[in-house]
């Protein structure tokens, strides 16, 4: 069993910034490529980004692209999303996952466990 734990949501005004954290265990988390995902209210969740594992590149969504970076520490079994620039529509709940491994990083079934979630809320 994988349990991933999201922290680090909350209110922020637009403009400003919030780091979001994953804490992943059972599972060998150098092993786990990880996605960030979110679910605007009354929307459907949509892939934010997600980074591979072992070079850790990271894959964007064009309309977080330049705004936010996902980055992961290894020794901490952590991933990470900084968010910058935050805008009232990046308001959502975000949710990451663990990747199974193949398949599109982008869809939802590729990933088999998910967090709780983390509120993200942008006020304008």
């Known amino acids: 069993q994988v349990e991933l734990v999201e922290s680090g949501g909350g209110l922020v005004p637009a403009g400003g910034s919030l780091r979001l954290s994953c804490a992943v265990s059972?599972?060998?988390?150098?092993?786990?490529?990880i996605g960030w995902f979110r679910q605007a209210p009354g929307k459907e969740r949509e892939f934010a980004a997600h980074?591979?594992?072992?070079?850790?590149?990271?894959y964007y969504a064009d309309s977080v692209k330049g705004r936010f970076t996902c980055s992961r520490d290894n020794a901490k079994s952590t991933v990470y999303l900084q968010m910058n620039f935050l805008k009232p529509e990046d308001t959502a709940v975000y949710y990451c996952?663990?990747?199974?491994?193949?398949?599109?990083?982008?869809?939802?079934?590729?990933?088999?466990?998910w967090g709780q979630g983390t509120q993200v809320t942008v006020s304008s």
């Open positions: 059972g599972r060998a988390f150098s092993n786990t490529a």
């Open positions: 996952a663990s990747f199974r491994g193949y398949g599109a990083v982008r869809i939802e079934t590729t990933y088999d466990y």
């Open positions: 980074i591979t594992r072992t070079s850790g590149v990271a």
